[in-house]
């Protein structure tokens, strides 16, 4: 069975089972009620940002992974940042953190954007995937963190 995406505002088992399942994935990092704010007023269409995704095979969740203008980071002057990746451990393997990446990738593509930007602490994962180390940024609690970016592969307008 393929693997869809889908947008956590169109999810049929509602917004707010996608905000749990990110929330327990990435809740350490901020507030329950910073995440249902930035979901409840994300996008599903256009141009804006943020965007939320769930992926599914039929109505099992394997991951997630998002779009959003600043990943809590210093470089405020960097978008969009790919963000909150997930895959479920008995999925991994099976190539769909790539596959995830592509489709954040393509949404940002289609809205005109010539990179799309990460923040991470993995050694060589997303190198595999044509993502670029760039330089440090800095975390709210003043750590350097490392931030990559992956070119798009056309000239646009933004990004």
Avoid at 10 to 37: I, P
Avoid at 46 to 65: N, S
Avoid at 66 to 80: C, E, F, G, Q
Wanted: with cysteine; glycine share 12%.
């Amino acid at each position: 069975m393929a693997v869809e995406f889908v947008n956590f505002l169109d999810y049929a088992g509602g917004w707010q089972v996608a905000v749990d399942y990110y929330y327990s994935k990435w809740g350490g990092a901020f507030d329950r009620k910073f995440l249902e704010d930035a979901v409840e007023h994300s996008v599903t269409g256009g141009i804006g940002l943020p965007r939320f995704y769930l992926m599914l095979r039929g109505e099992k969740i394997l991951g997630c992974g998002a779009l959003v203008t600043n990943d809590l980071i210093s470089r405020h002057d960097l978008w969009p940042w790919l963000a909150g990746l997930y895959v479920e451990e008995e999925e991994r393997g099976q190539r769909l953190g790539a596959a995830m990446q592509d489709h954040l990738c393509g949404v940002a593509r289609r809205m005109d954007y010539s990179k799309v930007y990460l923040t991470t602490d993995l050694d060589g994962y997303y190198e595999k995937n044509g993502w670029e180390r760039m330089e440090d940024g800095y975390e709210f609690s003043g750590e350097a963190t490392r931030i990559y970016f992956k070119a798009l592969g056309r000239e646009f307008r933004r990004g």
